[in-house]
C-alpha cells in the first residue's frame, strides 16, 4: 500500500513537467508566427554640396598670367666649321722625291711660299738648256730669213718691173712669217721647261695646316700624283641653313656684315665672334632652306683654337618684333597648341605661331587678343576643350 503512494506520487510530478515544457514551447512558436513590423525608414534630404568642395574635386592646373609684349628676336642655325680651302694638293710634275722640309708634316702649319719638298731635276735641267738651244736655232733662222727677204725685194726693185711680184714666195714673206712662228714657238717650249725645272721645287700654295701628307723621301710622283691635303688657315666658314621664318626674323638691312653673330661648341662653352661674309642664293635640295655663311678670322690663333670640323650653335640677334607671348617651352603641346584658362575656369586650346625660342622660352604670336591670358604652363593629354579646372599661378 505505501509502495502504490510513492508510485502515484512520481507519476503526478512527471506529468506536470511534461505540461510545462509544452506550454513554454507553444507560446514561442505563436510568438514566432506572429509578423514583426516593419523598421521605419527616414528619407533626409542631402545638402548641397558648397562651392569649396566642388572646386576642390576639379582637377588644378598650373597657369602663368602672360601679356602681349615686344622681344628682340634671336635665330639659333647649326652647322660644321670648314676651311675656306680644302686642297688636295698635286704635283704637276714627275720625279722622284729628293728632300722633305722638316715644317711638312701632319698637324704642322706651313706658310705660303714655303719650300715643302724637292724633286729630281736632271731631265727637267737638260729640258731647259735643249729648249734655250732651240730658240737660239729659231732666232739664227728668222735673222737669216729677214736677210733674205730683204735681198729678194732688192733684187725685185732691181728687175725694172712694175707691180708687185705674182706670188708673195717671190718676197719670202711667208718664209719670215714661218721663222717668226717657229721662234715663238721656241720661245714657249722655253718656258715650259723654266716652269717645269721651277716646279719640282714644291711650294705651299697658301698658309695651310698639314692636314695629310703622302710622300716620303724616295717617293715617285706622276704628274698629278697626291702630295698632300691642306686646309686655308686665314678663316674658317660655317654654312647655317634657315627656315623662311628665322629670315623673317633677322635685321631689315642689305649689308648682311651688320649682323651680329657668335658661335659656340656644342660640346663646350666656348664661344667665338663670327661675323656674316655672305648669303647663299639657292635653295638645297635636301633641306629645302636658304644657308648664311658665317666666318671666323685666323680660327687657330684665337684665345681658344676653332677647329675644321667642329660641329657648333651660331646665334644671331634679330629684329625686335613687337606684340609676342613669352612662354615656357613646356607650354606648347607636341601638336603646337596653346591651352589658356578663361574668367570662368574652362579650358580653350588654339594653335601657336612660335616666331623663335630663346633657352627655355618659346615666343608666339598672341592666341587671344584681350589683355593678359592666362596660359597652362604643362598641358596634359586628357585635356578637353570646355573641360573646367583650378588654375594656380606659377612663374
Given at each position: 500500500m505505501k509502495k502504490n503512494a510513492i508510485t502515484y506520487?512520481?507519476?503526478?510530478?512527471?506529468?506536470?513537467?511534461?505540461?510545462?515544457?509544452?506550454?513554454?514551447?507553444?507560446?514561442?512558436?505563436?510568438?514566432?508566427?506572429?509578423?514583426q513590423e516593419k523598421p521605419t525608414t527616414e528619407v533626409v534630404e542631402q545638402?548641397?554640396?558648397?562651392?569649396?568642395?566642388?572646386?576642390?574635386?576639379?582637377?588644378?592646373?598650373?597657369?602663368?598670367?602672360?601679356?602681349?609684349?615686344?622681344?628682340?628676336?634671336?635665330?639659333?642655325?647649326?652647322?660644321?666649321?670648314?676651311?675656306?680651302?680644302d686642297l688636295s694638293f698635286t704635283s704637276e710634275v714627275s720625279g722622284r722625291v729628293k728632300s722633305l722640309a722638316e715644317s711638312f708634316e701632319t698637324g704642322r702649319i706651313i706658310k705660303k711660299g714655303e719650300v715643302i719638298a724637292k724633286l729630281d731635276d736632271t731631265s727637267y735641267q737638260q729640258a731647259v738648256s735643249q729648249a734655250k738651244a732651240d730658240v737660239a736655232?729659231?732666232?739664227?733662222?728668222?735673222?737669216?730669213?729677214?736677210?733674205?727677204?730683204?735681198?729678194a725685194k732688192s733684187e725685185w726693185e732691181r728687175s725694172g718691173?712694175?707691180?708687185e711680184p705674182s706670188s708673195p714666195l717671190v718676197l719670202r714673206k711667208p718664209q719670215l712669217v714661218s721663222a717668226q712662228a717657229t721662234l715663238n714657238n721656241a720661245q714657249q717650249a722655253l718656258k715650259k721647261a723654266e716652269k717645269?725645272?721651277?716646279?719640282t721645287v714644291i711650294r705651299a700654295p697658301f698658309d695651310a695646316l698639314v692636314v695629310v701628307r703622302e710622300i716620303q723621301p724616295g717617293s715617285y710622283l706622276s704628274t698629278g700624283s697626291n702630295i698632300a691635303t691642306l686646309y686655308s688657315?686665314?678663316?674658317?666658314?660655317?654654312?647655317?641653313?634657315?627656315?623662311?621664318?628665322?629670315?623673317?626674323?633677322?635685321?631689315?638691312?642689305?649689308?648682311?656684315?651688320?649682323?651680329?653673330?657668335?658661335?659656340?661648341?656644342?660640346?663646350?662653352?666656348?664661344?667665338w665672334q663670327a661675323r656674316v661674309a655672305r648669303t647663299s642664293q639657292h635653295v638645297t635640295q635636301d633641306t629645302r632652306q636658304r644657308s648664311l655663311i658665317a666666318v671666323v678670322d685666323y680660327p687657330l690663333e684665337q684665345e681658344t683654337p676653332l677647329y675644321p670640323g667642329t660641329f657648333v650653335q651660331a646665334k644671331l640677334t634679330g629684329a625686335k618684333i613687337d606684340q609676342?607671348?613669352?612662354v615656357p617651352a613646356s607650354a606648347l603641346s607636341p601638336q603646337g597648341d596653346i591651352w589658356t584658362v578663361d574668367a570662368q575656369g574652362v579650358l580653350q586650346k588654339s594653335s601657336a605661331h612660335k616666331l623663335f625660342e630663346r633657352q627655355d622660352k618659346v615666343y608666339v604670336s598672341p592666341t587671344l587678343t584681350d589683355g593678359a591670358a592666362?596660359?597652362?604652363?604643362?598641358?596634359?593629354?586628357?585635356?578637353?576643350?570646355?573641360?573646367?579646372?583650378?588654375?594656380?599661378?606659377?612663374?
Open positions: 506520487v512520481i507519476t503526478l510530478a512527471a506529468a506536470g513537467s511534461i505540461f510545462a515544457v509544452a506550454a513554454y514551447n507553444g507560446s514561442h512558436i505563436a510568438r514566432a508566427k506572429t509578423p545638402a548641397p554640396q558648397s562651392n569649396i568642395e566642388q572646386t576642390l574635386k576639379l582637377q588644378q592646373v598650373a597657369v602663368q598670367t602672360t601679356s602681349s609684349a615686344s622681344y628682340q628676336a634671336e635665330v639659333i642655325g647649326y652647322g660644321e666649321t670648314k676651311p675656306r680651302y736655232s729659231a732666232r739664227l733662222a728668222l735673222l737669216e730669213e729677214q736677210r733674205q727677204g730683204e735681198q718691173l712694175d707691180g717645269d725645272l721651277e716646279d688657315v686665314d678663316r674658317v666658314e660655317v654654312e647655317i641653313p634657315l627656315s623662311d621664318q628665322q629670315w623673317a626674323n633677322l635685321p631689315k638691312t642689305d649689308d648682311v656684315s651688320e649682323w651680329h653673330i657668335t658661335v659656340q661648341d656644342t660640346t663646350s662653352e666656348h664661344q609676342l607671348w613669352e592666362q596660359v597652362v604652363m604643362r598641358p596634359l593629354s586628357n585635356f578637353q576643350v570646355g573641360m573646367k579646372v583650378t588654375p594656380k599661378e606659377e612663374g
